[in-house]
């Protein structure tokens, strides 16, 4: 079974930057299509972007232009480089599976303050 790990929060001023980091476990990281998920306080969690195994991206309008998403593959590891941050962006960060989700990580927390 896959484990993610997600790391590389924190708090940070509006216009300021953070790269997030979703460490997997398993043979089939570099096959699968993987995404970063967002869940801000009483509202249900959205995905921001995905990147297929050959590095297709695709992002929400909200954070399009300022997110990037990157993956390598022989790391097992997935990077949300997020700039120009805002205080709509605070949030617990998630990565996942978007075509098969599995058991989910423990976030990784970023505060956006103004």
């Known amino acids: 079974q896959v484990q993610l790990v997600e790391s590389g929060g924190g708090l940070v001023q509006a216009g300021g930057s953070l790269r997030l980091s979703c460490a997997a476990s398993?043979?089939?990281?570099?096959?699968?299509?993987m995404g970063w998920y967002r869940q801000a306080p009483g509202k249900q969690r959205e995905l921001v972007a995905r990147i297929s195994s050959g590095g297709v991206t695709i992002y929400a309008e909200s954070v399009k232009g300022r997110f990037t998403i990157s993956r390598d593959n022989a790391k097992n590891t997935m990077y949300l480089l997020m700039n120009g941050l805002k205080p709509e962006d605070t949030a617990i960060y998630y990565c996942?599976?978007?075509?098969?989700?599995?058991?989910w990580g423990q976030g990784t927390q970023v505060t956006v303050s103004s």
């Open positions: 398993g043979s089939i990281f570099s096959i699968s299509t």
């Open positions: 996942n599976n978007p075509g098969a989700l599995g058991p």
